[in-house]
């Protein structure tokens, strides 16, 4: 596969700022400033960043509560997303939403569900819409592998391949839902088994390994963009940090702290890291100038929700119904 | 189900004026929805059945093609979520159930995402779109086919919930939730269904949010909501020969709800009966008198009486269904508790 520079660098920045970005949001949330409920996606990023590598402003996508990535590598502002998780007027969803309900229309990014499986049928509709529209954007939803067993999953796949609809179902597969490991809930290798592949495009991918997810989500969208129909990737990868909340949940006893380690080891960041190095495709000082800039980025981020207004006790009752 | 004319006291034009059937009124805002908007489409199981869902959407697929009249999938949920999509991506989508009970199966699509898009990124964007069902009632339609579920539907803030009582409202509330930019829910009674009524053949809509005094008087105010407007007039009449002058007010929506509308009736009669086809417990009656209660003590000569279903499922059997729903006697009797007789 030969892939631009400048997009080896792109993806490598996009998961290296969701990284950073989550490291700062965990760092800080002992101080009790972002009262919501955060869910990190540490040791997940190459699915975002290699999903949206391949996205237009105008392909809509919907995610869930565990979207910081896919919001970030998406182009939804920064300042707005920390200054939501600090519940500020200032936020994405001025204070209404919080970590959980992240959107910026500008970057495409439509919205996200606390509801397992709640984006589903949406991006599902989204995309009747636009191919009723006549446009060939392709709209994406991301979701767990605990989506998979909601019922809603199998009536929004069903109706995107009746319809033929330009959408792509992005599971990441992070074996866990809260303390339920996978084998647990669903039986089989594949958690979307017995599509007719004239029907749906399917893949299965290593989630962490960013190159590979970039090249499959590349033929999943050509599958979709030229409407021959929805297709489904299924990324394999391992939530590194608890369901909810900062730091390791290794000491719970519900999962093998060696797994864990495991996981960690195979870091989507770091391997990609070795190989730009190793491929010579930018140079260590470079690198390092990515990150500094990151940290630059990110300490304004938070300077700027710190100092943006809460909303008002009297705003209560805005925003329940549209003019 | 025979046709009836359209009690002469819900007549909203002159007799010279065009009369249509209560369906017919609603396939009319449909197809002139579709005719003059091109985001709208209509969706529903059995939308383009030779039937047509009881009229209201036959021969809609022929007029305006299948790509915007069509037929669904049985997955409720899922098809609410893609008239939600649909609607962010800008068009109106109208979704028709034949059966008000299969309303539950939506519930965490129209509740925890319809009701709360708009809100929960504070008005970024909005979800216009309109979910018609409808409550059956007869020949031992029973518990899963007859639900009155106005009660549990009128609780969500974000979702509007509307209950046309006349031919008019159900094209004009119709056409009201297509125009509107957010989630509305019309309760349709299928009781509504054999009559007819006054209805311009021009574009017009009633405003979600405004009741209306079908009767004006003096003595008790009578508030009711869809097919119990009517029982609410007709027991009206009887009670007029006794020398009891009611006040009939259709609620026409119950969220937002017309406060305002109910306690200026009550000022004027001290006296209320609040009548709905729903059960009695945490519904729109219990609602109605608790609005009473709360802003309109001063006003109440007597206690509020609610008539409403009894707090039970709805039996199939004729003789258990004529125990169960409530109608005109029920009313009168449950007004004679309050007022004084006259004569």
Same mark, same amino acid.
């Given at each position: 596969?030969?892939?631009?520079?400048?997009?080896?660098?792109?993806?490598?920045?996009?998961?290296?700022?969701?990284?950073?970005?989550?490291?700062?949001?965990?760092?800080?949330?002992?101080?009790?400033?972002?009262?919501?409920?955060?869910?990190?996606?540490?040791?997940?990023?190459?699915?975002?960043?290699?999903?949206?590598?391949?996205?237009?402003?105008?392909?809509?996508?919907?995610?869930?509560?565990?979207?910081?990535?896919?919001?970030?590598?998406?182009?939804?502002?920064?300042?707005?997303?920390?200054?939501?998780?600090?519940?500020?007027?200032?936020?994405?969803?001025?204070?209404?939403?919080?970590?959980?309900?992240?959107?910026?229309?500008?970057?495409?990014?439509?919205?996200?569900?606390?509801?397992?499986?709640?984006?589903?049928?949406?991006?599902?509709?989204?995309?009747?819409?636009?191919?009723?529209?006549?446009?060939?954007?392709?709209?994406?939803?991301?979701?767990?592998?605990?989506?998979?067993?909601?019922?809603?999953?199998?009536?929004?796949?069903?109706?995107?391949?009746?319809?033929?609809?330009?959408?792509?179902?992005?599971?990441?597969?992070?074996?866990?839902?809260?303390?339920?490991?996978?084998?647990?809930?669903?039986?089989?290798?594949?958690?979307?088994?017995?599509?007719?592949?004239?029907?749906?495009?399917?893949?299965?991918?290593?989630?962490?390994?960013?190159?590979?997810?970039?090249?499959?989500?590349?033929?999943?969208?050509?599958?979709?963009?030229?409407?021959?129909?929805?297709?489904?990737?299924?990324?394999?990868?391992?939530?590194?940090?608890?369901?909810?909340?900062?730091?390791?949940?290794?000491?719970?006893?519900?999962?093998?702290?060696?797994?864990?380690?495991?996981?960690?080891?195979?870091?989507?960041?770091?391997?990609?890291?070795?190989?730009?190095?190793?491929?010579?495709?930018?140079?260590?000082?470079?690198?390092?100038?990515?990150?500094?800039?990151?940290?630059?980025?990110?300490?304004?981020?938070?300077?700027?929700?710190?100092?943006?207004?809460?909303?008002?006790?009297?705003?209560?009752?805005?925003?329940?119904?549209?003019? | 189900?025979?046709?009836?004319?359209?009690?002469?006291?819900?007549?909203?034009?002159?007799?010279?004026?065009?009369?249509?059937?209560?369906?017919?009124?609603?396939?009319?805002?449909?197809?002139?929805?579709?005719?003059?908007?091109?985001?709208?489409?209509?969706?529903?199981?059995?939308?383009?059945?030779?039937?047509?869902?009881?009229?209201?959407?036959?021969?809609?697929?022929?007029?305006?093609?299948?790509?915007?009249?069509?037929?669904?999938?049985?997955?409720?949920?899922?098809?609410?979520?893609?008239?939600?999509?649909?609607?962010?991506?800008?068009?109106?989508?109208?979704?028709?159930?034949?059966?008000?009970?299969?309303?539950?199966?939506?519930?965490?699509?129209?509740?925890?995402?319809?009701?709360?898009?708009?809100?929960?990124?504070?008005?970024?964007?909005?979800?216009?779109?309109?979910?018609?069902?409808?409550?059956?009632?007869?020949?031992?339609?029973?518990?899963?086919?007859?639900?009155?579920?106005?009660?549990?539907?009128?609780?969500?803030?974000?979702?509007?919930?509307?209950?046309?009582?006349?031919?008019?409202?159900?094209?004009?509330?119709?056409? %009201?939730?297509? %125009?509107?930019?957010?989630?509305?829910?019309?309760?349709?009674?299928?009781?509504?269904?054999?009559?007819?009524?006054?209805?311009?053949?021009?574009?017009?809509?009633?405003?979600?949010?405004?009741?209306?005094?079908?009767?004006?008087?003096?003595?008790?105010?009578?508030?009711?909501?869809?097919?119990?407007?009517?029982?609410?007039?007709?027991?009206?009449?009887?009670?007029?020969?006794?020398?009891?002058?009611?006040?009939?007010?259709?609620?026409?929506?119950?969220?937002?709800?017309?406060?305002?509308?109910?306690?200026?009736?009550?000022?004027?009669?001290?006296?209320?009966?609040?009548?709905?086809?729903?059960?009695?417990?945490?519904?729109?009656?219990?609602?109605?008198?608790?609005?009473?209660?709360?802003?309109?003590?001063?006003?109440?000569?007597?206690?509020?009486?609610?008539?409403?279903?009894?707090?039970?499922?709805?039996?199939?059997?004729?003789?258990?269904?004529?125990?169960?729903?409530?109608?005109?006697?029920?009313?009168?009797?449950?007004?004679?508790?309050?007022?004084?007789?006259?004569?």
């Amino acid at each position: 596969m030969n892939i631009p520079r400048e997009t080896l660098l792109s993806l490598y920045h996009d998961m290296l700022r969701t990284r950073r970005v989550e490291e700062s949001i965990e760092s800080l949330y002992h101080e009790d400033q972002m009262k919501t409920p955060i869910h990190l996606y540490i040791g997940q990023e190459a699915i975002a960043a290699g999903v949206c590598a391949h996205l237009r402003d105008d392909d809509p996508i919907f995610t869930t509560y565990r979207s910081h990535g896919q919001y970030l590598s998406k182009g939804g502002d920064l300042n707005s997303m920390i200054a939501e998780l600090h519940c500020k007027e200032t936020g994405c969803s001025k204070g209404r939403g919080g970590s959980m309900h992240l959107i910026d229309l500008s970057a495409g990014h439509y919205g996200s569900s606390a509801i397992v499986g709640g984006c589903l049928p949406i991006a599902t509709g989204m995309a009747f819409a636009k191919k009723a529209q006549g446009s060939d954007a392709v709209t994406v939803t991301f979701f767990g592998d605990g989506a998979t067993e909601e019922g809603i999953f199998y009536e929004s796949v069903n109706y995107a391949m009746l319809k033929k609809l330009p959408v792509v179902f992005v599971l990441e597969n992070n074996e866990w839902a809260v303390c339920s490991h996978v084998s647990t809930r669903k039986i089989g290798e594949n958690l979307f088994h017995g599509a007719d592949p004239e029907h749906l495009y399917t893949a299965k991918v290593d989630g962490n390994a960013v190159l590979d997810v970039y090249e499959e989500a590349g033929r999943a969208f050509a599958h979709a963009r030229s409407g021959k129909g929805p297709a489904f990737l299924e990324c394999m990868t391992y939530r590194i940090r608890g369901h909810a909340g900062s730091g390791s949940d290794a000491d719970l006893g519900y999962r093998s702290p060696e797994d864990i380690e495991v996981w960690a080891k195979r870091c989507p960041i770091r391997s990609f890291r070795a190989w730009l190095l190793r491929e010579e495709v930018e140079t260590p000082i470079e690198l390092e100038r990515m990150d500094a800039q990151i940290e630059t980025e990110i300490e304004n981020a938070f300077a700027f929700a710190t100092a943006s207004p809460l909303p008002k006790g009297e705003d209560l009752l805005l925003h329940i119904y549209g003019e | 189900m025979p046709e009836v004319r359209e009690l002469e006291w819900l007549r909203e034009s002159k007799p010279s004026e065009r009369m249509l059937g209560y369906p017919q009124a609603i396939c009319e805002a449909l197809d002139q929805a579709l005719a003059l908007d091109p985001r709208v489409f209509v969706m529903g199981q059995g939308v383009d059945d030779p039937g047509g869902m009881f009229g209201t959407t036959k021969g809609l697929h022929n007029t305006h093609g299948a790509a915007r009249c069509f037929d669904t999938p049985l997955a409720e949920a899922s098809m609410t979520g893609v008239a939600i999509g649909a609607a962010l991506g800008g068009m109106r989508p109208v979704y028709m159930h034949n059966r008000s009970d299969f309303l539950f199966l939506t519930l965490d699509q129209l509740v925890n995402h319809a009701s709360k898009w708009h809100y929960m990124f504070a008005g970024a964007v909005s979800v216009p779109i309109v979910v018609w069902a409808c409550i059956g009632r007869g020949w031992g339609s029973g518990a899963q086919h007859s639900q009155a579920l106005q009660g549990t539907m009128m609780q969500y803030p974000g979702l509007k919930v509307v209950m046309p009582s006349t031919a008019y409202d159900a094209k004009g509330l119709m056409l %009201a939730a297509i %125009a509107d930019n957010n989630p509305v829910l019309i309760l349709e009674h299928r009781h509504n269904f054999k009559y007819k009524g006054a209805v311009p053949e021009k574009v017009y809509t009633v405003p979600i949010g405004k009741g209306v005094v079908r009767r004006a008087g003096s003595d008790v105010t009578i508030a009711g909501i869809s097919n119990m407007v009517n029982e609410a007039l007709l027991a009206a009449k009887d009670l007029a020969a006794i020398g009891i002058d009611a006040e009939v007010v259709d609620l026409r929506s119950l969220r937002p709800l017309d406060e305002t509308l109910v306690l200026e009736s009550l000022r004027k009669t001290g006296r209320l009966v609040v009548t709905d086809s729903g059960w009695k417990t945490g519904g729109v009656a219990a609602e109605v008198a608790a609005i009473a209660a709360e802003k309109g003590l001063e006003f109440l000569k007597a206690p509020v009486r609610r008539v409403t279903c009894p707090d039970v499922p709805t039996p199939s059997g004729y003789t258990l269904e004529q125990a169960f729903y409530a109608a005109k006697d029920d009313i009168i009797e449950a007004v004679r508790t309050i007022v004084p007789p006259r004569r």
